[in-house]
């Protein structure tokens, strides 16, 4: 009997515990949709250490996004949405590219991002 108490104890208490801190973090999401070849927006602005979720959505075909300094890379399907979330740990002016060769203008899609103090 104890045991099975035990074991509800901690399965709810895993269960609650990242809604929890989920909710306390309740991090910006910013919507990006990538379509040959560009992003829509083509800049953003995020603040130092506050965690963002970046959602890429694909109009088309299948396109990513890597910020390479920032470790950031989501790849999306044709049609679909990805989503990553990162904090920005250092100020200044990144360019993201598409990851996933989509055709002929792929090399000239970027996307500025601007991280501020
Ligand atoms: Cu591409």
Redesign the pocket.
């Known amino acids: 009997m104890l045991p099975a108490l035990l074991a509800a104890l901690l399965a709810t208490t895993a269960f609650f515990a990242p809604t929890a801190r989920a909710q306390a973090a309740a991090p910006r999401r910013i919507d990006i949709v990538?379509k040959?070849?560009s992003f829509d927006p083509g800049e953003i602005t995020l603040k130092k250490g506050e965690p963002v979720v970046l959602v890429l959505k694909s109009a088309d075909?299948?396109?990513?996004l890597r910020f390479r300094d920032l470790n950031v890379n989501i790849k999306v399907n044709a049609g679909g949405t990805a989503e990553a979330q990162f904090t920005p740990d250092k100020t200044g002016d990144f360019v993201g590219?598409?990851?996933?060769?989509?055709?002929s203008?792929?090399?000239m899609?970027t996307l500025k991002l601007h991280v501020v103090e």
Not at 97 to 103: A, D, E
């Open positions: 990538s040959r070849f075909v299948a396109h990513g590219v598409c990851s996933v060769f989509c055709g203008g792929h090399g899609m």
